[in-house]
């Protein structure tokens, strides 16, 4: 892939990523997942705009020989074999397609160094290690001068306030 057209592609998925959202729906909907996710990163679009800007071809070629390239050594991948309770139709045709597909060679690039069988499932996962979860981009308390006109807007219309507003007008008022 040349410069140009890195570039033309890095172009249309920056402009896919700030298009405005077609609906208040929507916006509130994405406004709404930040809140219950406890991130509260509403610039997430443009921080993601500004990071492919700054993409260059080396980085994007190193990260696919790093993780997707199917001879690298820090690729890993996950099988999970299902057992069925019951036969489906047909099952026996698949199955015997599926016998002459395991029986080939397979390719050099497929191969795993050290495949470990899960028998347990329960034991494996709390033997996985725990990551420090989600954090807030920005504290909540940068958000609070918005609730005082909130409040006197939903005041205006007779509305009656909460105690969460209530408390966001007490800590507003003390800045």
């Given at each position: 892939?040349?410069?140009?057209?890195?570039?033309?592609?890095?172009?249309?998925?920056?402009?896919?990523?700030?298009?405005?959202?077609?609906?208040?729906?929507?916006?509130?909907?994405?406004?709404?997942?930040?809140?219950?996710?406890?991130?509260?990163?509403?610039?997430?679009?443009?921080?993601?705009?500004?990071?492919?800007?700054?993409?260059?071809?080396?980085?994007?070629?190193?990260?696919?020989?790093?993780?997707?390239?199917?001879?690298?050594?820090?690729?890993?991948?996950?099988?999970?074999?299902?057992?069925a309770q019951c036969k489906?139709?047909?099952?026996?045709?698949?199955?015997?397609?599926?016998?002459?597909?395991?029986?080939?060679?397979?390719?050099?690039?497929?191969?795993?160094?050290?495949?470990?069988?899960?028998?347990?499932?329960?034991?494996?996962?709390?033997?996985?290690?725990?990551s420090s979860g989600v954090?807030?981009?920005?504290?909540?308390?940068?958000?609070?001068?918005?609730?005082?006109?909130?409040?006197?807007?939903?005041?205006?219309?007779?509305?009656?306030?909460?105690?969460?507003?209530?408390?966001?007008?007490?800590?507003?008022?003390?800045?």
């Open positions: 892939m040349s410069e140009t057209e890195l570039e033309d592609h890095k172009r249309s998925l920056i402009v896919r990523r700030l298009e405005k959202l077609g609906k208040l729906e929507e916006e509130s909907k994405q406004h709404w997942d930040e809140i219950e996710s406890e991130e509260y990163d509403f610039e997430f679009r443009q921080l993601d705009a500004a990071r492919i800007r700054q993409l260059t071809k080396a980085e994007i070629v190193d990260f696919f020989n790093q993780h997707l390239n199917p001879t690298s050594s820090q690729r890993a991948r996950l099988s999970i074999y299902l057992q489906a139709e047909g099952v026996d045709k698949r199955q015997e397609e599926a016998q002459k597909n395991a029986d080939e060679e397979p390719h050099a690039g497929d191969a795993v160094e050290a495949a470990e069988e899960i028998t347990n499932v329960r034991f494996w996962k709390a033997g996985l290690t725990v954090r807030p981009v920005k504290h909540v308390s940068d958000f609070e001068r918005w609730y005082v006109p909130l409040k006197a807007c939903r005041e205006a219309e007779g509305e009656k306030v909460g105690p969460f507003y209530a408390q966001a007008i007490s800590l507003g008022n003390e800045q």
